[in-house]
């Protein structure tokens, strides 16, 4: 299973378990800053752990500056502790089939780097 985090809709959290034989979507109402409880519980619905992951993927080059962020540290420390594949993907690259996600994953020890839409607004 492929864990795919996708932070390009503002105020969601859009989440994706790339199965075999299927796709399992959620959106969570949810501010940048829950991320990681939108993950966990996203997984625990799915009663899925991230020992059964056999990578993550993060759509960057869309959405908020400080969403594409957090997803990026998110995976790339949960990539790191589980020692998990990870990758990145564009946002019209969300189709991506079960067999075809293996091509956006780096080698073990490698980590992803953020790719922003724009510059930050920072006020």
Known sequence: MYL???PSLHGSMHLLLLKKDTCI???????????LLC???????????LESL???LVVIGSGGFTSTRI?????NTIS????????????????VSYENA????LPQGQYISAIYSGEPNIT
Do not use: M, P, W
């Open 25 to 35: 979507e959620k959106t969570y109402s949810a501010y940048n800053s829950d991320l």
């Open 80 to 95: 790191y502790t589980k020692k998990l594949a990870i990758g990145s993907i564009r946002h019209e690259e969300l189709g």
């Open 71 to 75: 997803a990026v540290v998110i995976a």
């Open 102 to 105: 293996k091509k956006f994953l």
């Open 54 to 56: 056999f990578g993550i």
């Open 39 to 49: 993950v966990d519980t996203f997984l625990y619905e799915q009663k899925c752990t």
């Open 4 to 6: 795919i985090i996708d």
